[in-house]
């Protein structure tokens, strides 16, 4: 088990909506305001879609080793070597940095303004709070993706993945420690926070989308089949649709799981390798192309 990575995609046939040309897209995220920020190898444009579709977005220059994009508020984390730059959507430079005594590949940032950071090497997080030395506790492996998700009427809850073993794990981050553990289908892909707690969790060899609820402790809800080799995922809170994207057949289907078991409502088309994707304030979906076949913008489907 584990060990996951994307597959390569068939040539896309008459994708939805709009496609706007872009280089090679490894990561892509989105702040409150709707603001893109899309990553390539060496660089990280900050935008709107209008701003991407007009070409005047903000080209930040950065290291092909800076690690997973995230983004909490009106915030984009962006883990380096040197440590984790605190990018400003609507102002971005890379004028804020938290220096780190390891190189960082995964960041989160709570609600709350602490700050986790870990890397793919080491089965550790560190945690900094304003005013306060670091402190650094164990976890269950290396961390290929970090993130917060608001929970009601509590602290964030923070949850970390290792694709090569496919686990998911919860972070006791008010506590420093781990939390419990889980294994993810066969091989876990990719996961995306929505609210009160919620994850929606590719099984990329499994062939399978999961969904978890980490509002106290990490669980599996439910799972159900999908078109071939899934890897990005999303939540669309307007329409309350967990959203995951077909590799093998560039396909893009958003489930209801309000009855328990997660139930097909929508499908679309994707472009080629469509390893990314996010939800706008509006419901508009946005792809990412890994191999430059572009940004895909698809309004509200639901409507």
């Known amino acids: 088990m584990g060990m996951a990575t994307p597959a390569v ?32 190898e060496t660089s990280l444009a900050i935008g709107t879609v209008k701003d991407f579709e007009s070409g005047d977005v903000t080209e930040l220059d950065v290291d092909k080793q800076c690690g997973d994009l995230t983004a909490t508020g009106g915030t984009f984390l962006l883990p380096c070597a040197d440590g984790v730059y605190l990018i400003d959507a609507q102002d971005p ?33 560190t945690i900094y709070r304003d ?73 990329a060899q499994g062939g399978q989308i999961a969904i978890y609820n980490a509002d106290d402790v990490i669980r599996l809800q439910m799972t159900a089949p999908t078109d071939k080799n899934p890897w990005g995922v999303a939540w669309d809170s307007a329409n309350d649709l967990a959203w995951i994207t077909s590799l093998g057949e560039n396909t893009l289907v958003g489930y209801n799981i309000s009855e328990g ?23 508009t979906l946005v792809a990412a192309s890994a191999t430059g076949n572009g940004i895909q913008i698809i309004p509200n489907p639901a409507s």
Do not use: C
């Open 9 to 40: 995609s068939p040539a896309a046939q008459n994708p939805d909506g709009q496609v706007i040309d872009f280089g090679n897209i490894t990561d892509m995220e989105v702040t409150e305001g709707d603001i893109l920020g899309v990553r390539t």
């Open 93 to 125: 430079d890379l004028g804020e940095l938290r220096a780190t005594e390891k190189p960082a590949t995964v960041a989160a940032l709570t609600s709350d303004n602490e700050l986790l950071v870990g890397n793919d090497t080491d089965e550790e997080l």
């Open 261 to 283: 078991v997660p139930e097909e409502q929508q499908r679309l088309d994707t472009v080629a390798d469509a390893q990314n994707i996010v939800v706008l304030s509006d419901s």
């Open 131 to 203: 005013g306060q030395d670091p402190k650094t506790f164990t976890v269950a492996g290396p961390n290929t993706q970090l993130i917060s998700v608001p929970v009601d009427d509590r602290h964030d809850a923070v949850v970390r993945i290792w694709n090569d073993d496919t686990t998911i794990q919860d972070v006791d981050y008010p506590n420093d420690k781990e939390g419990a553990a889980l294994r993810v289908g066969l091989g876990v892909g990719q996961m995306a926070g929505g609210e009160d707690g919620l994850l929606v969790v590719s099984d």
